[in-house]
Nanobody, 128 residues
Framework: QVLLVESGGGLVQAGGSLRLSCAASGSTASINAMGWYRQAPGKQRELVAVISSRGSTNYADSAKGRFTISRDNAKNTVYLHTVYLQMNSLKPEDTAVYYC?????????????????WGKGTLVTVSS
């Protein structure tokens, strides 16, 4: 099991920057990937960016060139435990609740399974 805690949201003017953080605790050795999703009012939750335990990244088209997902390597461990989302050149359409996600692997017998864990979310508001 994994507990995710996000921080760093807030109010920023268009063109500004924010840095979100997500700290994972619990069975972090079984985390395959961590990512950021967002949900704007009246819209479905969508992927923003994801980083795997091996360091590969993937971004939504809307995030490419403006957002950067990274991991904390300070603890000198190969396991994912803290990820960041640096958001630059923010636009009003980036306004949403941003959720941290962790894909966690386990076995049922000999069959590999995955489970998603979610944080409670942090609100990002970009004013025009």
């Amino acid at each position: 099991q994994v507990l995710l805690v996000e921080s760093g949201g807030g109010l920023v003017q268009a063109g500004g920057s924010l840095r979100l953080s997500c700290a994972a605790s619990g069975s972090t050795a079984s985390i395959n990937a961590m990512g950021w999703y967002r949900q704007a009012p009246g819209k479905q939750r969508e992927l923003v960016a994801v980083i795997s335990s091996r360091g590969s990244t993937n971004y939504a088209d809307s995030a490419k060139g403006r957002f950067t997902i990274s991991r904390d390597n300070a603890k000198n461990t190969v396991y994912l435990h803290t990820v960041y989302l640096q958001m630059n050149s923010l636009k009003p359409e980036d306004t949403a609740v941003y959720y941290c996600n962790a894909e966690w692997s386990y076995y049922t017998g000999s069959s590999p399974q995955t489970m998603d864990f979610w944080g409670k979310g942090t609100l990002v508001t970009v004013s025009s």
